[in-house]
């Protein structure tokens, strides 16, 4: 038969276990977001952060999601990050108002970002 005394030792050590799965468990959620950034379109293996460029262009607004937070752009080429001229639909920084452009304005817009993963971070009337 176990006594009170014996028992103590071992809830401690169940204890540390499940402290130590706990810790091993988010550790590992932590590595599969990084691997799951690594596997996106367009992401290469090397450092994000080095690669992050920004440009700006003009282009002509084809369509808006103010909820969603998204700009369509019918933009001219963009030499700084080798894109042709094409339409594309942008995710919009917290700071950009989408409520001052409508579809069918002329505008600029500079976009900052990496790989396919590019943000408008600002959108002005004119060309
Ligand atoms: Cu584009």
């Known amino acids: 038969m176990l006594s009170r005394s014996s028992l103590k030792p071992q809830r ?15 550790g590992s959620i932590g590595h599969a977001q990084a691997q799951s950034m690594n596997s996106m379109p367009g992401m290469g293996k090397t450092d994000q952060k080095a690669e ?22 019918d933009h001219a080429p963009i030499a700084a990050v080798n894109w042709p001229a094409m339409k594309m639909e942008f ?36 060309q």
């Open 12 to 26: 401690s050590f169940v204890a540390a276990a499940l402290l130590a799965g706990l810790i091993g468990f988010v």
């Open 52 to 73: 992050q460029k920004t440009a700006s262009s003009t282009g002509t607004v084809t369509a808006l999601n103010a909820a969603g937070k998204k700009i369509t752009l």
């Open 91 to 126: 995710p919009t920084a917290a700071s950009v108002d989408l409520s001052k452009v409508k579809v069918g304005d002329k505008v600029r817009f500079t976009v900052t970002g990496s790989g396919n993963n590019y943000t408008v971070q600002s959108v002005s009337p004119g």
